[in-house]
């Protein structure tokens, strides 16, 4: 009798399933992307977008940080961005209408700081650059100065054409007091005489929201220093249904790469292992005719629960030599987007063994091996899928990498990074990028009105629908990672918890086909040569030695979908 084919999620899991245990108020991964929702508003408006307003989309697991806490920050720096260019386009609105011309010197007068900051900032770039050593072809160096010299003599133009308006501006007036002797006359003079302090009230009135929102900032960054723990935002009902998410037992991933939100592929391989008779060890291998099993010598569900068995006893051993710090074994269950009836990402534990005997459903089943450390920056995951079939065992190995956070994010961990100094240098970027951030406050305004009716549309009102994708297309943690770890040290870790674990893997199986009377003979040479084999993360690609199949990205086949 074989199990019955798997159902698929249920609609609702069940009330002892409880929430996940949020990561250590230590992870510096939480609070690294705490500042990036301040710091970086693309990835804040994409942080929100693609998860918190993606009701119709279920979420990506969060590997080793807080997702409610981040985005409790997101939104509270949408807000702060909001209110900033509000400000903004209220005091220059209002000014083009009372005072057009002083708004006329105010933009000449921005446009004019704009260009000598950007190009003081392609110097500064260049020169760091060199600094540390990195590429820099004459070509690019001739054309990041030719830029800059054009960025100059455009400053210089607007500044000689302001000059000319005000004395233009300040003859005009002086004739026509001169010629009337009149009330207009003095009208004339005085609206002359007032005309630079209106200008310069209204220049002090447009860059004080961007130096005022970069303080206030700051003072939001001053509580996720070291050893702070980001505050939780106020609960709702959207968090709630988020945390639920958060504690399923099924990955619903969109596109082509199911492993959403483990980051960048480091090792990928897979081979099918005949199942027959091990010979007599007097007499020898028997007839090749009789070495095939009349029945299976086991099932994959009972070598998963020994591999499940073993490798989860490395996290509770006692003796340091014999454990590996942070690694937990999870069973987890993968769906496409498309083929999802129930926006629950919950597998009852009871149609488990159905999907792993059955492993030709859209249901696919992961033994998930993953070790997080150095505080949350790195996390290491492994998948392994096991199934029994047409007489063979097959098995597959995947491990992924998650690299720290965008090495911007880390600046309250740098010296200096708060503190007075912090505050005054927040003032100074405020007042020196102060042009770019009004140029795009009405267009960012009018960004956030577009989104935020988008987003007030209905949610996951309404049954599933064949077709539409609801699977996770990215998580908030790649959307936040850096490009490569900070140094070698990381490196080496991701390699060692991944090499540990495919080693005991092998190890744990070999052991198991033996005491179940299997010929481990090919086993072993495929097990040599996966061992051979090395692999490490470098900037997202794969570097690889030996004869394994392996992907150098973690890009999928041209034609078969794209990374985010």
């Not at 260049?126 to 054309?143: F, N, P, W």
């Not at 089943?365 to 096991?386: A, F, K, M, N």
């Not at 951030?437 to 064949?466: D, F, K, Q, W």
């Not at 299997?518 to 692999?535: H, P």
Request: net charge positive; hydrophobic share 40%; with cysteine.
């Amino acid at each position: 009798m074989t199990d019955p084919e798997p159902t698929g999620p249920v609609p609702n899991p069940p009330a002892r399933q409880p929430f996940p245990t949020p990561p250590t108020p230590a992870s510096n991964a939480t609070r690294h992307l705490c500042v990036g929702a301040y710091l970086d508003e693309d990835f804040q408006r994409a942080s929100l977008n693609e998860v918190y307003h993606q009701r119709r989309r279920l979420i990506a697991p969060s590997y080793g940080f807080d997702l409610i806490a981040v985005l409790g920050q997101c939104l509270q720096a949408r807000r702060l961005a909001v209110i900033r260019d509000a400000a903004i386009v209220v005091v220059l609105g209002g000014a083009l209408c009372a005072a057009p011309l002083a708004m006329t010197f105010v933009i000449g007068l921005l446009i004019t700081l704009y260009l000598f900051t950007s190009s003081w900032q392609v110097v500064r770039d260049t020169a760091r650059e060199l600094r540390r050593g990195r590429s820099a072809s004459a070509g690019v160096i001739v054309g990041r100065a030719v830029v800059m010299v054009f960025r100059i003599v455009a400053a210089l133009t607007i500044s000689f054409v302001l000059s000319t308006l005000t004395a233009g501006v300040a003859l005009v007036g002086l004739a026509g007091s001169r010629e009337d002797d009149g009330t207009s006359g003095s009208l004339s003079s005085m609206s002359l005489a007032l005309a630079p302090v209106t200008t310069v009230g209204l220049l002090v009135f447009a860059l004080g929201a961007p130096i005022a929102a970069n303080i206030l900032r700051q003072s939001q960054l001053e509580r996720l220093a070291p050893g702070c723990t980001p505050p939780a935002p106020a609960r709702s009902e959207r968090f709630d249904e988020i945390r639920r998410q958060e504690s399923g037992n099924t990955v619903v991933f969109a596109g082509y790469r199911p492993f959403v939100g483990s980051g960048v592929l480091v090792k990928n391989w897979g081979f099918a292992q005949r199942l027959v008779r091990a010979g007599d060890p007097l007499t020898g291998l028997a007839p090749e005719a009789n070495r095939e099993f009349d029945t299976a010598p086991f099932s994959a569900v009972e070598l998963l629960a020994h591999l499940r068995d073993n490798l989860g006893r490395l996290a509770t051993e006692q003796e340091p030599e014999q454990q590996l710090p942070g690694l937990t074994v999870d069973d987890r269950v993968f769906l496409a987007g498309t083929e999802v009836a129930h926006l629950v990402p919950y597998t009852d534990p009871a149609h488990l063994p159905g999907i792993i005997r059955h492993p030709t459903a859209p249901l696919r089943h992961y033994l998930v091996c993953q070790v997080i450390s150095w505080r949350g920056e790195l996390v290491t995951t492994v998948y392994v899928h096991v199934a029994v079939q047409g007489r063979a065992l097959y098995m597959e190995f995947t491990s992924t990498a998650l690299p720290p956070c965008d090495e911007r994010f880390r600046v309250v961990d740098q010296v200096g990074g708060t503190g007075p100094a912090a505050f005054f240098r927040a003032g100074i970027r405020g007042l020196l990028y102060a042009p770019g951030t009004i140029g795009r406050a009405p267009l960012n305004l009018v960004r956030a009105g577009i989104e935020a009716l988008s987003n007030s549309l209905p949610g996951s009102n309404g049954p599933t629908r064949l077709g539409y994708d609801y699977g996770a297309r990215s998580s908030v943690r790649e959307l936040g990672m850096a490009a490569d770890t900070r140094h070698h040290l990381q490196t080496q870790e991701v390699d060692k918890h991944q090499r540990i674990i495919e080693r005991r893997l092998l190890a744990v199986v070999l052991d198991f086909l033996e005491r179940r009377g299997v010929d481990t003979s090919e086993y072993r040479q495929r097990a040599t040569t996966l061992l051979n084999a090395g692999a490490i993360v470098t900037g997202g690609n794969l570097t690889v030695q030996g004869d394994v199949h392996s992907s150098q990205t973690n890009n999928p086949p041209p034609g078969e979908g794209a990374k985010r």
